[in-house]
């Protein structure tokens, strides 16, 4: 059984530029979850998807959307990137009715140039 | 914005000792969660404690909750250096979220 996987695992940005990072849930999992770890930080919650919908959004700017597919998958996309949007993209999916369930990925490292 | 802090930061052992680490949160929860990261990479669900639970252990893990003080605390028996890795605490609270603490980063000498 594959567990959550993400891809890609690195890019390298300018800053300015738009990226798509990718997740794929655990199977039999429906709700993805999005989360930003700066460097010698804890994740911190961008938001999660349910159904298709943006069901919660944590602290972060418009710059940020998410999508989420009729098979589960989901995208991550960030706008005008930042310097300071440098970070692991962490993505983790949760069972049907047990969202403090949360199973990671490997995480895309972006770096903004 | 960080739900808590952990302490200590960073702690180094020897390989056989034992681990502890401690995790206070802010806001009332509904239940507290361990996760290790090994270097920069995606998180390991280790254990999870509900609020109504006072301990819990699994293996060489024993996990305790003190919803009074707002604080749990980790302790790892027996460690190993595969045991080297950043150690998390992360919390549920109202909403469908995790809320993580700062970390504590644990090295295991040989």
């Known amino acids: 059984d594959a567990g959550v996987t993400q891809s890609p695992t690195h890019l390298i940005k300018t800053r300015g530029q738009q990226v798509t990072l990718r997740c794929s849930p655990k199977?039999?999992?429906?709700?993805v979850s999005w989360y930003q770890q700066a460097l010698g930080q804890g994740p911190q919650f961008i938001f999660q998807?349910?159904?298709?919908?943006?069901?919660q959004r944590g602290n972060f700017p418009d710059r940020f959307s998410g999508h989420q597919f009729p098979n589960y998958s989901s995208e991550l996309n960030v706008n005008a990137l930042l310097l300071g949007d440098s970070a692991l993209y962490l993505c983790?999916?949760?069972?049907?009715?047990?969202?403090?369930?949360?199973?990671f990925g490997p995480g895309t490292r972006l770096t903004v140039t | 914005s960080q739900q808590g802090e952990e302490d200590p930061q960073a702690l180094s052992i020897q390989e056989g000792e034992n681990a502890t680490m401690n995790c206070s949160y802010k806001t009332s929860i509904n239940n507290l969660q361990w996760y290790r990261q090994n270097s920069g990479r995606g998180l390991v669900h280790l254990i999870l404690?509900?609020?109504?639970?006072r301990e819990k252990h699994s293996g060489r893990l024993r996990v305790t909750l003190d919803t009074s003080k707002k604080s749990s605390s980790l302790l790892i028996t027996a460690s190993r250096a595969a045991d080297t890795a950043s150690y998390f605490c992360?919390?549920?609270?109202?909403?469908?979220?995790?809320?993580f603490g700062t970390g504590t980063q644990l090295k295991v000498e040989l």
């Open positions: 199977s039999g999992h429906d709700t």
């Open positions: 983790a999916s949760s069972p049907a009715g047990r969202t403090y369930e949360q199973y």
């Open positions: 992360a919390t549920t609270g109202g909403g469908n979220k995790l809320t």
């Open positions: 404690i509900r609020s109504n639970e």
């Open positions: 998807y349910y159904e298709e919908e943006e069901r």
